[in-house]
């Protein structure tokens, strides 16, 4: 079966190479990006439709059909400056309840949008990297000039992994919005003010609702 799936998989490859063969390299490349995310988006689809790993009510689960997202937009993928902070201090990062996460500042990261900088602050969760599996895992929270209106208010995430070098790559068409944008009770990290970006980042999922 394995074998199969190999072969499949190769296939599948080919005929993207196969349709992309016209089109010049930078093309070619945006729609790899795009269908990879096109695929964890249909992934994420059908989660939301079964019951037991979605985190929408049971009524809401039932007429459930999918996220609504911005198309793809290699724009937003971008090339950061990674700045680690050196700062070791644990802090309780806001949530939408009393529940208070620990969380540590961990890095800057300073990248460039249609020829304007911007900054954001990079966070590791105390917890979650003791666990086997994300020792390398990093958490980027954020808001902008959609928040509240195109996209959820509260904010939206981004999950990053630590390449553990001086540059990432953060893909804004990737992300997502915490569960308090689907279900109230659940309790979700709030984005520090210095997160709050002065734009549009017309890219990822929008608003649910």
């Not at 540590?104 to 900054?119: C, Q, S, W």
């Not at 509260?154 to 990053?160: E, K, P, V």
Request: hydrophobic share 30%; proline share 4%; with cysteine.
């Amino acid at each position: 079966m394995k074998q199969i799936n190999y072969i499949l998989s190769g296939l599948f490859l080919l005929m993207i190479v196969s349709s992309c063969s016209g089109q010049d390299h930078g093309q070619v490349i945006s729609d790899t990006f795009r269908l990879q995310v096109e695929k964890e988006r249909a992934q994420k689809d059908t989660e939301f439709r079964v019951k037991e790993s979605s985190p929408l009510s049971a009524a809401e689960v039932s007429g459930f059909k999918h996220l609504s997202y911005y198309p793809y937009d290699l724009k937003y993928r971008v090339k950061a400056r990674f700045e680690l902070t050196n700062k070791t201090e644990v802090f309780k990062m806001k949530t939408t309840t009393d529940r208070l996460p620990e969380y540590r500042h961990y890095a800057n990261v300073y990248f460039t949008i249609d020829g304007k900088e911007f900054k954001l602050e990079v966070f590791q969760n105390v917890e979650l990297i003791s666990r086997p599996g994300y020792e390398n895992y990093l958490f980027l929270p954020y808001s902008d000039e959609t928040s509240g209106r195109e996209t959820y208010g509260g904010g939206r995430f981004i999950d990053l992994t630590n390449t553990h070098g001086e540059k990432i790559v953060i893909d804004f068409n990737k992300s997502y919005n915490p569960y308090c944008a689907y279900n109230h009770e659940y309790s979700c990290p709030l984005p520090p003010q210095q997160n709050d970006l002065s734009i549009k980042i017309e890219a990822g999922e929008k608003t649910y609702h």
